[in-house]
C-alpha cells in the first residue's frame, strides 16, 4: 500500500474546525504566526487523557491498584510534560544520569524511579544509588557486579531488577525491536537464573523484581503473552530457590495509531497481562508498566512551512522548514507520520515528497502525499510527541525548534527555540 492511503490518526487535542486546525482551543496558523516554525505543539488534554486511560487500567473493579505506569521519559522529556505526568501520579523509567536529573528537577520521588539502560556509566549508577532510586535494571553480569562494587564504595545497599532476554519476536522494525536473542539488551534467558543466585550472594545487592521489555510500537498483545509467561516462569524457579522479587516490570512498547495501525484497548491490554500474572498465582507482586510513546506520540505535532514547491519528473518535492533534524523518525526508521495543510484550501493536490533543507537525501518527512499547497503554507507533521524532539539534532548547524503547551485556551513555550550563536558558543578556534 502506498501512503497516500494510509489514513489520519484518531487524535485527542487536535483537530479541523472548519477548514483550520486547532490545537485544543487555539489555532495553529496563530502559534505558527506567534513562535515561527518549525515548532512542537503539545496538547495538555491529550497527555492527560492518555495518562488516566492507563491510570484507570491499572485499578480493578474494586479499586485495587494492580499495577504502576512509570512514564519511559526517552519519549519525551521536555520538563513540562514530565512535570503533567508527575501531577497526574506517573512514576518514571530512567535511561541515563541525564534523565535522572530532570526527574528530580520536577522532584520526582526518588522510590518512583526506575533506571534502565544497556550500558549505565559508572558515574550514572552512583548517582542512582545516590538518588535512592526503586530499582536498578542490570543488563549484564559484568554490570551487576560494577553496580556491587559502586554500592560498597558508597556504602549502600543497591536495589536491583534483572532485565531478562526473553528471545521473543515483537514483530515490530528491527531497529527498535529489543527482546530477541540477537539483541543487545537484557540478560540471555539461560543465564537468568544463574545470574539471579549470583546477585543474591552479593553483599550490597537487594534483588526487589524482574524486567523485560521486548520492543516498540508493538500493536499485538500475543509477544507480551509469550514473554510474560517465560518471566513467569523464571519467577516461579526464583520462589523455589527462595529468592524473594516484589516486582514484576513488564517494560513499555505498546504502540499508537500513526494511521492505519490498530493497537490494542490499553484496558483490554493491561487485563490481559495482569490476568495472567494472577492466574499464575503472582496476584501479590506489583506489577510495573513502562509506557513512553502510548502516552505522548499522539500528544505532539510538529507545525513546518512550505518553503518552495519543487515539481519534477519523477517526482514533486514539497521543501518545508522542518527537516530529519526535528523529527527523524521517517528517516530513520522509514516511519510514517501523517500530514495536513493547517488550512485547507481549494485546488488540485499533487502528489508530493515532503522533504527537509539538509543535505542527505534520507531527510524526507513524508513520501507520496496528496497535498494542495503553495508555497508560504503551513503543514503539521502529526504524531510527533514521542521521540520527536527528543531526538532532534543540530546536524547542518540547525537550531533546535520551540516546544509549545497549550491547554485549553492557555499557551505556554515550554522550551524556546535555540539561537544560533549558542550553537557553536562552547566551541574554540584554535591559538594561531
Ligand atoms: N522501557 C524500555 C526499557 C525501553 O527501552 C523503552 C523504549 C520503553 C520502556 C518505552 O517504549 P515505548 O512505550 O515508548 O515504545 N526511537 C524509536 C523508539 C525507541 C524505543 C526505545 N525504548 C522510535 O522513534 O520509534
Redesign the pocket.
Known sequence: MTSKAIPLPHLVGFEERNGSWYAEDVPMADLANEFGTPLYVYSRKALTEAYQAYDRACVDASGKRRARVHY?M??NSNLAVIDCFKKLGAGF?L?SGGELARALAVNAESQSLVF??VGKSAAEIAQALEAGVKCI?VESIAELHQINRIATKLNCRAPISL?VNPDVDAQT?P??S?GLKGNK?GIAYHEVLKTYREAAQLPQIDVVGI?C?I????TTTAPYLDALNKVLDLVENLRKEGIVIHHLDL?????ISYGDEIPPDITEFTNILLDRVAERGFGHLDVVL??????V?NAGVLLTKVEYLKPGIEKNFCIVDAAMTEL??PA??E?HHGIVPVKTKPGKALTYDVVGPVCESGDWLGRDRQLAVEEGDLLAILSAG??GFV?ASNYNTRPKPAEIMVDGKNVYVIRKRENTKDLFASENTLPE
Open positions: 519511559a526517552k519519549a523509567d535511561v534502565a539502560g535494571n532485565r522494525h531497529y527498535i529489543t539488551f524486567d521489555h520492543g516498540s510500537q508493538i517494560g513499555g512498547g505498546l504502540g513502562e509506557p513512553g510513546r502510548s502516552l506520540g527523524m523518525r530513520l526508521y516511519a514521542a521521540y531526538m
